[in-house]
């Protein structure tokens, strides 16, 4: 019997879940469809129950639901309750489980170019969704957390949610400072760039040697990507974080290993599709 997963945010053009996720499974040999739907945050209670009325087995959240959604769920797994945000949703025995991969994939994404965490310092550029689940992750391996937002108050909540979690949490403003001195690894989590726009301050006086990450998944790299590499810093693009965390919800949904490579060319094709013929 065929199988339906799918991904829910607002916007949702952009994603680049459905040929990764469906590549996996023609290589598999797997019954299985994944889609991908625009959600008005007023219509999430909406579309979680017409989810679950379709027989959809499990979805990914994306911007802005991941936080708001828990209101909708039944179960929350210790990743997702520790986290305060769910990215992806399983539905078993009739409850829709809520689980959180978003803090593991961006730590296996950048293993290879930024080694024992412990001690290091990470800026995080935003505080939602998705900068939960990083912060956390990293705050657990023993990382000092700094947390910059447009909005101060939602950067405290985060900061003092880290330190709630036994990890070490601080906020500064959303500009540069003396934080761009001695940071080893800064992750923009926000939309900005999104659709080619702009970042609105220069990372000039930042360590060379940081580890620049923006998680944003574009065909063209974003501006802040640009500016970082400007400034001769090793940067990184959200593929790897998308990659492994959609890895790690394909475990959570089906058991077994998730088809690692198949999935990782899907989302390339994607991308080089993408550049080539649609600018």
Not at 179 to 195: C, I, Y
Request: overall charge neutral; proline content about 4%; aromatic content about 8%.
């Amino acid at each position: 019997m065929e199988k339906h997963y799918a991904v829910i945010g607002d916007p949702i053009e952009h994603s680049y879940s459905p040929g990764m996720h469906n590549a996996g499974y023609n290589y598999l040999g797997i019954d299985a469809v994944y889609h991908r739907f625009h959600v008005h945050p007023a219509h999430l209670a909406e579309a979680v129950n017409g989810l679950c009325a379709l027989g959809f087995a499990g979805w990914n959240v994306t911007l802005p639901h991941k936080e708001s959604i828990i209101a909708y769920l039944d179960i929350l797994t210790p990743q997702a309750r520790r986290a305060g945000a769910v990215n992806t949703v399983k539905i078993h025995e009739g409850k829709k489980i809520g689980h959180n991969t978003d803090g593991d994939g961006f730590v296996c994404s950048i293993e290879g170019d930024l080694q024992s965490l412990a001690g290091k310092k990470a800026v995080l550029l935003g505080a939602g969704g998705a900068s939960k689940g990083i912060a956390l992750a990293l705050a657990e391996r023993g990382m000092h957390i700094h947390i910059l937002n447009r909005t101060p108050e939602k950067a405290m909540d985060l900061a003092r949610f880290v330190q709630r979690q036994g990890g070490k949490g601080s906020t500064g403003s959303f500009e540069p400072g003396d934080w761009l001195k001695d940071v080893d690894l800064l992750v923009q989590t926000t939309s900005l760039g999104l659709h080619g726009e702009p970042f609105p301050f220069t990372l000039a006086g930042i360590s060379e040697q940081a580890l620049v990450v923006d998680i944003i998944v574009n065909a063209r790299e974003t501006a802040f990507v640009q500016e970082a590499r400007k400034q001769g810093c090793r940067t990184l693009d959200g593929v790897g974080m998308l990659l492994y965390q959609g890895a790690l919800a394909w475990e959570f949904w089906l058991g077994g290993q998730a088809p690692l490579e198949a999935m990782r060319k899907g989302l390339k094709d994607q991308l080089l599709q993408k550049m080539f013929y649609k600018g």
